[in-house]
T-cell receptor
Framework: AQSVTQLGSHVSVSEGALVLLRCNYS??????LFWYVQYPNQGLQLLLK??????LVKGINGFEAEFKKSETSFHLTKPSAHMSDAAEYFC????????????FGKGTKLSVKP | DAGVIQSPRHEVTEMGQEVTLRCKPI?????LFWYRQTMMRGLELLIY????????DSGMPEDRFSAKMPNASFSTLKIQPSEPRDSAVYFC?????????????FGPGTRLTVL
C-alpha cells in the first residue's frame, strides 16, 4: 500500500534560517509527489509537484524539493525562512499510473520565530 | 477567476440533525473530491467524482454519509443523522481531470461542529 510519512509534526525555525521539512514515501511503482501548504483557516494550496521530469522541483514562495529515489524521499526546503511561511505543510503521493486519489501525510506545522 | 467555492463556511448543529455541505468546483474542471480533516486522522478522501460520476467512495465512513453531483458545477455532501464524531473540517477540491499529475485545487473548507 502507498503511504507518506512526514517526520516531525512541528518544526520551529528562526527567521532567515534554513527550512527543511521531511517527507518519505512508500510506493510499489514510481510515484508522483506533491507538497501543499495550508494557512490558518484556509484550504490547501499547491507548492510544487514532482512529475518525473526533473528530480529538483522549484515551487512558489522560494520553496523547492528534491526527489531521491534511493532514499524514497521528497524533502521540502527553503534557504531563508520568512514570518509569512508559518503554516502547515502536507506531503502527498499518487502512485504512478493511478488516477484521482491523493494520499496525504499527517502534516508538519512550521513556526517561524522573529 | 473564482476558485472552489464552499458553503457554509461554518456549521453548528445538534446531534441527529441533517447537515448539507455544498461545493462549486472551478469551471471547466471535470473531477471533484471531498475530503475530511481532523486532528486525529489528518486529511482523508471521502469520495471523488469524474464527469459527475462517483468513481471511488471507499472513504465514505458509513451510510449516514452521501454525496451527489447533479451537474458539473455543483456537489453536495450530506450527513444524516449527524453525530459529534462527524465534527471536522470538510474540504472540496477540483481538478481538470483525474490524471496522475493533475493539480487539485482546494476550497476554503466547511468547519462542522456537531453538539
Amino acid at each position: 500500500a502507498q503511504s507518506v510519512t512526514q517526520l516531525g509534526s512541528h518544526v520551529s525555525v528562526s527567521e532567515g534560517a534554513l527550512v527543511l521539512l521531511r517527507c518519505n514515501y512508500s510506493s510499489s511503482v514510481p510515484p508522483y509527489l506533491f507538497w501543499y501548504v495550508q494557512y490558518p483557516n484556509q484550504g490547501l494550496q499547491l507548492l510544487l509537484k514532482y512529475t518525473s521530469a526533473a528530480t529538483l522541483v522549484k515551487g512558489i514562495n522560494g520553496f523547492e524539493a528534491e526527489f531521491k529515489k534511493s532514499e524514497t524521499s521528497f524533502h521540502l526546503t527553503k534557504p531563508s525562512a520568512h514570518m509569512s511561511d508559518a503554516a502547515e505543510y502536507f506531503c502527498a503521493v499518487r502512485p504512478g499510473g493511478s488516477q484521482g486519489n491523493l494520499i496525504f501525510g499527517k502534516g508538519t506545522k512550521l513556526s517561524v520565530k522573529p | 477567476d473564482a476558485g472552489v467555492i464552499q458553503s457554509p463556511r461554518h456549521e453548528v448543529t445538534e446531534m441527529g440533525q441533517e447537515v448539507t455541505l455544498r461545493c462549486k468546483p472551478i469551471s471547466g474542471h471535470n473531477s471533484l473530491f471531498w475530503y475530511r480533516q481532523t486532528m486525529m486522522r489528518g486529511l482523508e478522501l471521502l469520495i471523488y467524482f469524474n464527469n459527475n460520476v462517483p468513481i471511488d467512495d471507499s472513504g465514505m465512513p458509513e451510510d449516514r454519509f452521501s454525496a451527489k453531483m447533479p451537474n458539473a458545477s455543483f456537489s453536495t455532501l450530506k450527513i444524516q443523522p449527524s453525530e459529534p464524531r462527524d465534527s471536522a473540517v470538510y474540504f472540496c477540491a477540483s481538478s481538470i481531470g483525474q490524471g496522475p499529475t493533475d493539480t487539485q485545487y482546494f476550497g476554503p473548507g466547511t468547519r462542522l461542529t456537531v453538539l
